[in-house]
Nanobody, 112 residues
């Protein structure tokens, strides 16, 4: 069945970096756009970034543009999110997914 497993979250100080990874299985990964979302406590889930099939086009929420980079490795069925210049507003649980399905998420906490 379709499965997404996120990893790479953790605790980081403001200005720091983290790299999230998501391993996907159960479908033809290379054919689908992949997305990252995040959800902070007491807030709705927020779209973060998308990468199209083949990786030709990437799009980002204004709140992360210039700081986050989404990439994919179709040989490994993985999608990554490189996050730089993190700030406390980036604290959230981060999820990857496609076609309405998501993983369990990985927690990112940015704090001094």
């Amino acid at each position: 069945q379709v499965q997404f497993v996120e990893s790479g979250g953790g605790f980081v100080q403001p200005g720091g970096s983290l790299r999230l990874s998501c391993a996907a299985s159960g479908f033809t990964f290379s054919m689908y756009s992949m997305n990252w979302y995040r959800q902070a406590p007491r807030k709705e889930r927020e779209w973060v970034a998308t990468i199209t099939s083949g990786g030709r086009i990437t799009t980002y929420a204004d709140s992360v543009k210039g700081r986050f980079t989404i990439s994919r490795d179709d040989a490994k069925n993985t999608v990554n999110l490189q996050m730089n210049s993190l700030n406390p507003e980036d604290t959230a649980k981060y999820y990857c997914g496609a076609f309405g399905s998501w993983g369990q998420g990985t927690q990112v906490t940015v704090s001094a």
